[in-house]
């Protein structure tokens, strides 16, 4: 999941990535300032955005005004020092999912992302099963066939991916946007690798049983729709 | 001592007025009364006065004119109290006496004569009392004529008494006691209730007022017209509320501000620990935690000090004490504290010989003032700048302080928000300069209670130019 943090207190902002990457496995892109969070947000295809409300150059309900009336449905949780009843209201009245007031609690700021990412992909169940694998994506513990697996932090990001979008065809573009923030590497065949590695731990037999190749679409995982 | 009510002050005004024109009134009616009462009495006399004068000119003899005088005077024993008494001048007896005189007080009518008699053929008037027996005195209207008769001077006095004159006006003495009294009871009754109808514009006033609260304030109120003269008043009281609501706007924004402020640094403080505990980490990485915690909690400090003398500022009284205070000694060694920071940054400060200058107020606030100014200079300057530090005498009694950096790249919309709590011009709340936005807002805070003012000019040709004018004695 790639999460896009837009937040003027640079320390805060590095925490709040720190904490996403580290506890929810999520490729976090961070916007200092008003103006490049928007450009950001147009940009690339986010699951969530952490929105600062007052923030140098573009306010924080400005951009998301913007990119509510452009249409992108992008989960918005806004994390704000306002904290009148009134700030709430015309915070969730101006297109955002959630609103949460500084000081935070880390875990329940993390416990929130992961809620919104859920319902954006209409999976209220944190617990998602294909087949014989289950994968919990609120404790990140992976099962298959009644064992648990633990995989590296990208392999399990991958799968999360693939698992919550199970039934529909994924392609290589997709994997790559959302899974990897904008300072990270883009090697062509680094999807391939994880694809492998993550068929090598589930997926043994021939052929694939849970994560099939769509000749020159992408992958899909489960029933083919 | 409590006030009295406006109810009751109109109600005693009612009255009292209602009073005091009955009052005059009876009075006056009195008066009149008394006066026609005593006239017609004095219209007999002079009837009875005529009567017997006529008969000593008919000639008739003494006992006809005995006979007439009787007859004149009628039944003394009917009707008033009258008496005559006719005597020769220079005479001690009488030629003829009736009615009272012959009662055993006589002497007392006579003794009343008044001092000055009445010319020949002229008749006089006046009042008197006499005893009609042992315990009654009476009051009494006589007429003193003298005539001259067979070469003789004549004496008539004619007296009646004026008692029921003087019972009637009893009588309708009381009568206007009651009525007086009921009247003005009556007004006092009915006076309230008058009050209260008057008075009704300011209830009305007060009941819409009564519904205004801290959250109303600038709301129409229903548009009730105010009677005329209270349209002064309200409009005064909408002028009040108006600048009520624009301090309370303030103080909310303010508050908002404050409480933004105070949370941010908590957030970094608490994601920072929260952070750092997520798993095990090196003992770099924890040292390199402690000390940003302890950078974050220095920030909210700083913030907490500056909050609370701003907040010290507007609460107080103007200094109590101003002590007479060197402004040059000051500024020096304000200037001294800065240098080594200065030095360390590559900047410089000057500050030129200044002129002596005393001036009254509170040193430690006027150190505050300058300090605030010097440390934004070295904060939002240029890199290796030259701040000068300039004192001058200025007109109108006024201690001139410039403050100058090279900088000058103040856009002209900030300049207007610069002494505005927490108003930065770089809106990013950046670590790099660290400033809480409050250093401008105190030193105006104190300009001002020195009866003084900061201006601020900035263009990239000449630099900023901070200019404090205090009045100096």
């Not at chain 2, 009525?179 to 209730?193: C, R, W, Y």
Request: charged share 25%.
């Amino acid at each position: 999941m790639r999460v896009l943090i837009v937040e003027d207190e640079v320390r805060l902002a590095r925490n709040v990535a720190k904490a996403l990457e580290e506890t929810a496995s999520f490729a976090v892109d961070i916007a200092a300032d008003g103006e490049d969070g928007l450009h950001q947000a147009l940009s690339n295809p986010y699951d969530l955005i952490v929105l600062d409300l007052m923030l140098p150059k573009v306010s924080g309900l400005d951009i998301l005004a913007r990119l509510r009336r452009e249409g992108n449905r992008v989960p918005v949780l806004i994390l704000t020092a306002r904290d009148t009843t009134d700030d709430i209201i015309k915070g969730l009245n101006t297109g955002s999912d959630d609103y949460l007031i500084k000081p935070f609690d880390m875990g329940e700021l993390i416990a929130r992302c992961q809620a919104l990412i859920r319902r954006h992909y209409d999976r209220p169940d944190p617990v998602v099963s294909v087949g014989e694998l289950s994968v919990d994506t609120a404790s990140r513990m992976v099962t298959f066939r009644d064992r648990s697996v633990s995989l590296p932090a990208m392999e399990y990001r991958l799968l999360e991916y693939l698992v919550l979008r199970a039934g529909q065809i994924v392609t290589k573009e997709e994997i790559i946007e959302h899974l990897y923030d904008f300072n990270a590497e883009n090697f062509s065949n680094v999807v391939e690798v994880y694809i492998s590695a993550l068929r090598k731990k589930l997926d043994p037999g021939s052929p694939h049983q849970l994560i099939h190749t769509v000749r020159g679409q992408g992958y899909l995982v489960g029933e083919t729709p | 001592m409590k006030p009295m009510s406006i109810k009751l002050r109109l109600s005693l005004l009612v009255s009292l007025l209602t009073l005091a024109v009955i009052l005059m009134l009876s009075i006056i009616v009195y008066v009149e009364i008394k006066e026609s009462l005593l006239r017609s009495v004095d219209t007999i006399l002079r009837t009875t006065g005529n009567a017997i004068v006529a008969s000593f000119e008919e000639g008739d003899s003494w006992e006809e004119r005995e006979n007439d005088f009787r007859s004149v005077m009628g039944n003394p024993n009917t009707g008033d109290f009258a008496w005559c008494r006719i005597w020769l001048e220079g005479s001690e007896k009488d030629m003829f006496s009736s009615g009272l005189l012959n009662y055993p007080h006589r002497s007392s009518l006579l003794e009343r004569l008044p001092e000055e008699e009445p010319e020949v053929g002229q008749t006089s008037l006046f009042s008197t009392t006499a005893m009609i027996d042992q315990h009654d005195e009476y009051p009494f209207r006589v007429l003193w004529t003298r005539r001259i008769e067979a070469q003789q001077i004549i004496n008539v006095l004619v007296g009646r008494s004026s008692h029921h004159v003087h019972h009637e006006l009893v009588e309708f003495y009381q009568l206007l006691l009651v009525v007086g009294a009921s009247l003005t009871a009556l007004a006092f009754l009915v006076a309230p209730i008058l009050a209260s109808w008057g008075l009704r514009p300011i209830a009305q006033a007060s009941a819409q007022l009564r519904k205004i609260t801290h959250k109303s304030l600038k709301q129409d109120r229903e548009d009730h017209e105010p009677a005329p003269e209270l349209k002064p008043f309200v409009a005064a009281l909408d002028d009040m509320l108006a600048r009520l609501d624009k301090a309370m706007r303030q103080q909310e924004q303010f508050i908002a501000d404050a409480a933004h402020e105070l949370r941010t640094p908590v957030a970094i403080v608490k994601s920072t620990l929260q952070t750092i505990r997520l798993q095990h980490r090196s003992a770099s990485e924890y040292e390199e935690s402690i000390e940003e915690t302890l950078q974050d909690i220095g920030r909210l400090e700083r913030l907490i000090a500056q909050l609370l003398s701003l907040a010290k500022l507007e609460g107080a009284d103007n200094p109590s004490e101003p002590a007479e205070i060197r402004l040059d000694a000051l500024l020096g060694e304000t200037v001294e504290t800065f240098q080594a920071r200065a030095a360390q940054q590559g900047n410089r400060i000057l500050f030129p010989d200044p002129p002596v200058t005393r001036l009254r107020g509170d040193e430690d606030q006027l150190r505050r003032l300058f300090s605030n100014l010097i440390d934004n200079a070295l904060r939002h300057g240029p890199a290796k700048d030259t701040i000068r530090v300039k004192l001058e005498h200025g007109t109108d009694h006024q201690a001139c302080v410039s403050i100058h950096d090279e900088g000058g790249q103040i856009p002209a919309e900030a300049l207007a928000h610069l002494f505005d709590r927490f108003y930065r011009v770089d809106p990013s709340r950046a670590q790099t300069t660290g400033g809480s936005g409050l250093g401008l807002a105190i030193a105006r805070e104190i300009a001002r209670r020195h009866r003084g003012e900061i201006d601020v000019t900035s263009n990239p040709e000449t630099g900023t130019n901070v200019m404090v004018r205090l009045p100096r004695t």
